[in-house]
């Protein structure tokens, strides 16, 4: 292991807020991972000092302003960076960054509504901010801001769960419920396909399965059979041994499941009966979003007529399931737009806009 290596490891460590960064804990982690035996105190002294003149050759002006770069808490035993944002090596090479971003657009399909082109144009911002600042000064907030998402609740089922659809293994479940008082239950199945959704409260994972019991010979998946499952409340992911034969469709594609949804949630397991139907929305007077439905439409199947150029009235149709992401999304905008039909449709908005009221009553 070089002296290059070495930093680069090390720098990593710092950028981990989790890991204690001090020569026991270097020294120990750079053991296990890269069987390194004899590496001394003052060689971890060393590498920092090396650490320091990276970073300083990296933004040669901003000491001036925050002083050295890697600071030391004696009382903790502990060195950190002075900003989260700093890093003595780019976290990918510009020809790692471009490899990557070249995968992702090989393989689109994985994604949906232009995902992966948001994928690839964050790591090619990521690349220009690394390349800015070898040559300039380091601004002192970020050029570019980033939506960090966070962690995807239930990812450590992920990669047992891809497997298991990538071999069309059945498998046994502990799902919990979303309520403290809910007890865990076991259901088997085979797993269809792996979706990540942002409900506007967070983003997650989701699991698209085909339940079966006992008296089940053949495992046949149909679309509206299908159920969603939150990777984040599932407890445990078993392969079973069974002698099941599966048979999958040649006309079945998982991705139909969401195609006339609102969103990913449906209510087809509790409403076998459950369809599509057509849904009328009057874009009101004097309303800003009419350009942003034109640009972005909510739906695939939208249809939109406008009725007055000057005050923007339109309306808006949609061949839709009714679902509570619909509903929700029509009272956060209920100032602009307004339900024309179905009328059980109008009936649940009403409904919502008459508790809320009730909740604000004096």
């Known amino acids: 292991m070089n002296t290059i290596e070495k930093l680069k490891a090390i720098n990593n460590l710092l950028l981990q807020t989790a890991f204690i960064v001090n020569y026991d804990n270097v020294a120990e982690h750079l053991l296990e991972v890269y069987d390194l035996e004899k590496y001394s105190k003052r060689s971890f002294l060393r590498d920092i000092q090396g650490l320091k003149e990276e970073i300083g050759r990296r933004y040669p002006t901003l000491e001036d302003d925050l002083g050295p770069l890697i600071k030391h808490n004696r009382v903790k035993d502990r060195y950190t960076y002075v900003r989260d944002d700093l890093s003595a090596f780019p976290s990918l090479s510009e020809k790692e960054l471009t490899q990557i971003a070249s995968i992702i657009e090989f393989n689109q399909h994985l994604f949906t509504d232009r995902a992966g082109k948001g994928v690839v144009n964050k790591l090619r911002a990521i690349s220009l901010e690394n390349s800015l600042t070898e040559y300039n000064e380091l601004l002192s907030w970020p050029s570019i801001q980033l939506i960090k998402d966070g962690e995807r609740s239930g990812s450590e089922q992920l990669q047992k769960l891809i497997e298991c659809i990538s071999g069309k293994k059945i498998i046994e479940l502990q799902h919990k419920g979303l309520t403290s008082k809910s007890q865990a239950k076991t259901i088997s199945g085979l797993p269809i396909m792996i979706k990540e959704y942002n409900n506007g409260w967070f983003t997650g994972w989701y699991l698209l399965f085909h339940e079966i019991n006992a008296a089940d010979k053949i495992v046949e998946p149909r679309i509206e059979g299908l159920r969603l499952l939150a990777l984040d409340r599932i407890e445990s992911v078993k392969e ?49 979003i009419l350009p942003y439905v034109m640009k972005y439409p909510l739906h695939f199947t939208q249809e939109v007529k406008v009725v007055n150029e000057e005050t923007k009235e339109a309306i808006v149709e949609l061949d839709i399931e009714i679902n509570d992401e619909l509903v929700s999304m029509i009272l956060k905008y209920t100032d602009y737009m307004t339900i024309v039909s179905p009328e059980r449709l109008r009936l649940k908005v009403i409904e919502r806009l008459q508790k809320s009221l009730s909740n604000y009553s004096i």
């Open 240 to 288: 079973k041994t069974d002698r099941r034969r599966i048979n999958i469709p040649l006309n079945f594609n998982p991705v139909e499941y969401f195609q006339y949804c609102f969103g990913i949630f449906r209510e087809n397991i509790s409403d076998p009966n459950l369809t599509h139907e057509k849904v009328t929305i009057k874009l009101e007077p004097n309303n800003w």
